[in-house]
């Protein structure tokens, strides 16, 4: 039953013997790299491996090309098939790491042809993801990627803990050290591998310099050469002061001479261990960060230090985070606002990175709260190439306490239009490059994952990381064809697992917005430290600037240009003019952008205080069939990931109660203004 864990949806449960007899029998496999570190290897091994269990056929990986194959799955580059068999011409253009797939080529074999060896590897999981849902049907087509950079990045610390982790110690470190068992890595790479995400940052981007020991190069060397028969690539976060605290340095000014050559020799030394490095992850002048503004030099000369000492080295780059705020802002003045800070600090800077440097851009102006707008930096850069952030680790949704269902939000900031120069300026278009003609650019998510035998703390979560890898490569797949994807390949072809749970996620998100913050106010958690759990008076009062200014009798952010921070300013001006005027600014983001009165009417004609009270109510009872519809998938599904996830959604309901208690007498304590019906604070004030 553990071993079901950590398949996640690459499971291969076999098909009923009707199914598995109809499918014809392949005769051998043929690899075109026989290298057992290629990824093209390894996709044999896994072909091998997913026959053997979804259809029971035993399958020897043999033969070549120059004979004459029939009925053989072939997998290789385009280019290595091509130059024994000459080319196809109906194999279109493919961009990096797409692949072409045909399953009734010549001679009754299956083509898996990829670009390069990832995109074999990726066509060899299609094949038998498409198998293992039993779809047999014949395909003869091209895949690929809308993004070349398709990252997730990890918060492990060289302790074995993960920052935001919730799914116990990490794969990769313990004790100061890289570890020795890399079978988790494998496993892990494997995962990534199937959805197409073709990186992985190993560390937190608080970073330790302590990466750069001698025992850690050479761990860094083992995560790499475990990962890359895979296909996946690693990079490494940096701590900024390096120089200064790791190298003996009296400095780590960006523009000392030694510095930089500090890093050019550190880079060298990391390259000589991992030849592929994907690059560089960088979090600086954030959160007590130290960074280049400590040096009184721009956010873009530290970029460059980096971005130059990767430069010989290939095709690797700086990921510089711009998560850059003053998380000692002061409350007191109404303008002030950290949703500003990612414009204020880098569209100055538009002109001035290095062209290997990507600007890593956390998809909503202040902290993957249950609701915000899409960054406005996102429409801010035009020469300075972009990369999205998503968190798939459920931070402010629950820690995996909760099941939050994320794709229909990533789907609403994608299909955001931002209207850069009164354009059509969708953000899916915007970070695949197309619309600004970058060069590269993409995806990255947050993922924090951990030892634990489900990864991620909640078997239903995995779900998030396989919508991130099936979104960063086709931003259009649509939420619900994902989650029934992966519902067959996670649990079974079952259609009352399929029904179940697509409906309990795609209800996950606006229920969980419900009972934890509306109309754009943010997830009411506890912001000091857990982020978690109902704090709605923990939002205010502090430097972190998350605020909500809730007072006696109004509540909400005043982000107008004419009377707030000017926030809605920073959006291109046909979206800035929606967001500045209170009647066409959305309901879900009212709090978000305006200071109103618990009376103010919404559109709906509801105040904001009814509102909040009966989101609360709906959302919390909503949370209750959770668990009763879980219920029907008892004997459909094995007994341990059963009982597992129902004691997840029971906890789950329990808890959303608790957040509706919580938040309702907060509000009603503040405004004194009591429910319309009834409900709340009634053993208080009546
Ligand atoms: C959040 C999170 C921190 C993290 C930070 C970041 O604020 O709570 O733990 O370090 O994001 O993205 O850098």
Redesign the pocket.
């Known amino acids: 039953t553990i071993e079901t864990g950590l398949d996640g949806w690459l499971r291969y449960a076999p098909h009923p013997a009707e199914t598995s007899n109809s499918y014809r029998a392949i005769s051998n496999i043929i690899v075109l790299n026989k290298s057992k570190t290629s990824p093209v290897y390894t996709a044999g091994k896994e072909v091998q491996d997913g026959l053997r269990r979804i259809l029971g056929q035993k399958i020897e990986i043999s033969g070549e090309l120059s004979g004459t194959p029939s009925s053989s799955v072939i997998i290789g580059t385009v280019e290595a098939f091509s130059s024994t068999c000459g080319k196809i011409p109906e194999i279109p253009e493919l961009k990096e790491d797409g692949f072409w797939l045909n399953t009734h080529a010549e001679n009754d074999c299956v083509h898996i042809l990829g670009e390069n060896e990832r995109g074999a590897i990726y066509g060899a999981f299609e094949y038998l993801m498409r198998l293992a849902q039993g779809n047999l049907n014949h395909v003869k087509s091209a895949s690929n990627p809308s993004a070349p950079i398709r990252w997730v990045n990890q918060?492990d610390n060289l302790d074995g803990s993960i920052?935001?982790g919730y799914a116990g110690p990490s794969i990769f470190f313990r004790n100061g050290e890289v570890v020795t068992d890399m079978t988790r890595v494998a496993q892990f790479a494997r995962l990534l591998s199937s959805i197409r995400l073709n990186a992985v940052v190993v560390n937190n981007?608080?970073a330790n310099p302590k990466l750069f020991s001698k025992t850690n190069l050479d761990g860094l060397r083992r995560i790499a050469d475990t990962m890359r028969p895979w296909g996946v690539r690693i990079g490494i976060s940096l701590y900024f002061d390096s120089p200064k605290k790791f190298g003996g340095l009296p400095t780590s000014d960006p523009l000392d001479p030694a510095v930089n050559d500090w890093w050019k020799d550190i880079t060298a030394k990391v390259y000589e261990k991992v030849p592929d490095l994907v690059g560089y992850t960088i979090?600086a002048n954030?959160?007590g960060q130290p960074g280049p503004l400590s040096y009184n030099r721009t956010l873009a000369d530290g970029a460059n230090m980096f971005a130059r000492a990767l430069k010989p080295y290939g095709d690797g780059v700086v990921m510089y985070?711009a998560?850059v705020y003053n998380h000692h802002l002061d409350e007191s003045v109404w303008t002030n606002d950290r949703a500003n800070a990612a414009v204020d600090y880098f569209k100055e800077l538009d002109d001035q990175f290095e062209d290997n440097v990507i600007v890593q851009i956390?998809w909503g102006p202040i902290?993957?709260q249950v609701r915000e707008p899409p960054s406005p930096l996102l429409a801010n850069l035009r020469k300075t190439k972009g990369a999205i952030e998503f968190q798939v680790a459920q931070?402010y949704l629950g820690q995996q306490s909760h099941y939050v269902y994320m794709a229909p939000l990533w789907r609403e900031i994608l299909d955001y239009d931002m209207r850069i120069d009164d354009k059509p300026s969708v953000i899916r278009d915007i970070v695949s490059g197309e619309r600004l003609n970058w060069s590269r650019s993409g995806y990255t998510a947050?993922l924090n994952i951990g030892s634990d035998s489900t990864w991620i703390g909640h078997h239903l979560s995995m779900s998030n990381l396989y919508a991130y890898g099936r979104l960063a490569w086709n931003p259009l797949a649509s939420s619900v064809s994902i989650i029934q994807d992966w519902a067959r390949l996670t649990f079974g072809l079952n259609e009352t697992i399929i029904d179940t749970i697509t409906k309990i996620s795609m209800e996950s998100w606006p229920t969980y917005e419900k009972y934890s913050g509306n109309l754009g106010i943010q997830t009411l958690c506890d912001i000091i430290y857990t982020?978690y759990g109902p704090s709605p008076g923990s939002q205010d009062g502090n430097g972190w600037g998350q605020w909500t200014r809730a007072n006696a009798h109004s509540i909400g952010m005043d982000r107008t240009v004419a009377t707030g921070s000017g926030n809605a300013g920073q959006y291109p001006p046909e979206i800035a003019a929606i967001y500045e005027n209170i009647e066409t600014t959305p309901d879900d983001l009212l709090l978000w952008f305006h200071h109103v009165p618990y009376t103010h009417r919404l559109k709906s004609g509801k105040t904001v205080i009814q509102h909040f009270y009966d989101e609360h109510y709906e959302g919390a009872a909503h949370a209750q069939t959770f668990p009763i519809e879980w219920a029907k998938l008892e004997g459909l599904i094995d007994d341990h990931r059963f009982k597992q996830t129902a004691f997840k959604l029971q906890y789950q309901a329990g808890h959303a109660l608790v957040w509706r208690d919580s938040v309702n007498n907060f509000y009603f304590g503040k405004s004194k203004i009591p429910d319309g019906k009834n409900r709340v604070g009634n053993h208080i004030w009546r």
Do not use: I
């Open positions: 918060w920052e935001r981007v608080n979090k954030s959160e985070r998560f956390k902290d993957f931070e947050v982020h």
